[in-house]
């Protein structure tokens, strides 16, 4: 059964959040260290005052009200999603996944533009915002693509395109590979891992840099990503509990992870960061790093599309991504970075459009 969803936060949440802000316990901070050791203390008191004085989350519910929001139970599991049909009754249909620390929020800006050629779904990970939170193991990537897989097909759609950055990197092409009759093609903006085993590239300067990026990274692991695929429970007591400890959770990542040039404001930041507040889901959301660690998702044979930003946590190598994947389309852009679909929307819009439309015409 589907049921239309309506957001409707208790205003004893508001006034309880608001409560909390005031009576924030700060931490020191060493003089004169910038960004070295996180997030700046300045930064942080900067946000939450505006969070506590000035954002104002009935204006921004009430604009998310305007999306048809919806809710089914898929395999246990409360999922909430957007459902968007174009004026187009041959549009293609399709699903557009978030990541970590967003959530189906940061698509926003993509749902006019792509809803000229696409009926556009777009769910809450089970364990974000209003899909969560999770109730047992098992709820890694291949489990939420299983889910996608039944979503779509409750929804009437069976064949349909796929898009996503971070997480819904990895889920949108396991969706892939267990639907693989149904998906069309997958548009992607992150596509991280380490290079193809036992194979001898001859890459050039710039691939040389990004691999080096990647071995990095994959070296020394962020703290972020170690306490959440170890010790979610742990972290989940000091985000669940504090707001501001959320906010700089969170916060952080809006600036280390994009374009110094990109323009996301204090309202959007916090309206996502309230969605992970209001909903209690800052556990829940962190398990996804562990339940999908060490799994292999399934193989993804479908078209590809390969959106770089400049700006991303790692840049993909193309001969990598060649070797494993069947690409269609290879884009560099100028400007972005990991949170791209609020970053740069028109282009990326433009870009989603370009390649689905090449494989309708193909």
């Given at each position: 059964m589907i049921e239309p969803f309506t957001i409707d936060v208790p205003q004893a949440d508001l006034d309880d959040l608001t409560q909390r802000l005031k009576h924030t316990r700060w931490p020191d901070e060493l003089p004169g260290v910038g960004w070295d050791y996180g997030i700046p203390l300045a930064r942080v008191k900067e946000l939450a005052e505006y969070w506590a004085t000035g954002f104002e989350w009935r204006k921004h519910e009430a604009r998310l009200n305007e999306l048809p929001q919806y809710t089914t139970e898929i395999d246990g599991q409360r999922i909430h999603f957007v459902h968007v049909r174009s004026a187009r009754e041959d549009a293609l249909p399709l699903i557009l996944t978030h990541g970590w620390p967003g959530s189906f929020l940061e698509f926003e800006q993509l749902i006019e533009p792509l809803s000229e050629n696409f009926h556009l779904v777009i769910p809450s990970i089970p364990g974000f915002g209003f899909s969560g939170p999770t109730h047992e193991k098992g709820w890694g990537v291949p489990r939420v693509a299983e889910a996608w897989a039944e979503l779509m097909n409750r929804l009437g759609y069976d064949r349909y395109g796929a898009h996503?950055?971070?997480?819904?990197?990895?889920?949108?092409?396991?969706?892939?590979?267990?639907?693989p009759d149904n998906v069309v093609g997958v548009h992607l903006t992150y596509l991280p891992g380490p290079p193809p085993a036992g194979v001898t590239f001859d890459l050039d300067e710039e691939d040389t840099r990004r691999l080096d990026r990647i071995k990095q990274l994959i070296a020394n692991r962020p703290a972020y990503q170690s306490l959440q695929a170890t010790r979610p429970?742990?972290?989940?007591?000091?985000?669940?509990?504090?707001?501001?400890g959320q906010l700089a959770w969170i916060a952080e990542k809006y600036t280390e992870w994009t374009d110094p040039e990109s323009e996301i404001s204090p309202d959007e930041i916090l309206t996502n960061i309230s969605l992970y507040w209001l909903t209690g889901t800052a556990g829940s959301a962190a398990r996804l790093t562990k339940e999908t660690a060490g799994i292999a998702p399934p193989i993804c044979k479908a078209p590809i599309a390969v959106a770089v930003m400049p700006h991303d946590i790692t840049l993909a190598v193309r001969a990598h991504v060649e070797y494993l994947f069947d690409v269609h389309q290879w884009t560099e852009f100028d400007h972005g970075g990991h949170f791209s679909a609020m970053e740069v929307p028109e282009a990326l819009a433009a870009d989603i459009t370009t390649f689905f439309a090449s494989l309708s015409s193909s």
């Amino acid at each position: 059964m589907i049921e239309p969803f309506t957001i409707d936060v208790p205003q004893a949440d508001l006034d309880d959040l608001t409560q909390r802000l005031k009576h924030t316990r700060w931490p020191d901070e060493l003089p004169g260290v910038g960004w070295d050791y996180g997030i700046p203390l300045a930064r942080v008191k900067e946000l939450a005052e505006y969070w506590a004085t000035g954002f104002e989350w009935r204006k921004h519910e009430a604009r998310l009200n305007e999306l048809p929001q919806y809710t089914t139970e898929i395999d246990g599991q409360r999922i909430h999603f957007v459902h968007v049909r174009s004026a187009r009754e041959d549009a293609l249909p399709l699903i557009l996944t978030h990541g970590w620390p967003g959530s189906f929020l940061e698509f926003e800006q993509l749902i006019e533009p792509l809803s000229e050629n696409f009926h556009l779904v777009i769910p809450s990970i089970p364990g974000f915002g209003f899909s969560g939170p999770t109730h047992e193991k098992g709820w890694g990537v291949p489990r939420v693509a299983e889910a996608w897989a039944e979503l779509m097909n409750r929804l009437g759609y069976d064949r349909y395109g796929a898009h996503g950055g971070d997480f819904g990197s990895g889920i949108s092409r396991a969706l892939a590979g267990i639907a693989p009759d149904n998906v069309v093609g997958v548009h992607l903006t992150y596509l991280p891992g380490p290079p193809p085993a036992g194979v001898t590239f001859d890459l050039d300067e710039e691939d040389t840099r990004r691999l080096d990026r990647i071995k990095q990274l994959i070296a020394n692991r962020p703290a972020y990503q170690s306490l959440q695929a170890t010790r979610p429970q742990t972290i989940s007591y000091a985000l669940t509990d504090s707001p501001v400890g959320q906010l700089a959770w969170i916060a952080e990542k809006y600036t280390e992870w994009t374009d110094p040039e990109s323009e996301i404001s204090p309202d959007e930041i916090l309206t996502n960061i309230s969605l992970y507040w209001l909903t209690g889901t800052a556990g829940s959301a962190a398990r996804l790093t562990k339940e999908t660690a060490g799994i292999a998702p399934p193989i993804c044979k479908a078209p590809i599309a390969v959106a770089v930003m400049p700006h991303d946590i790692t840049l993909a190598v193309r001969a990598h991504v060649e070797y494993l994947f069947d690409v269609h389309q290879w884009t560099e852009f100028d400007h972005g970075g990991h949170f791209s679909a609020m970053e740069v929307p028109e282009a990326l819009a433009a870009d989603i459009t370009t390649f689905f439309a090449s494989l309708s015409s193909s």
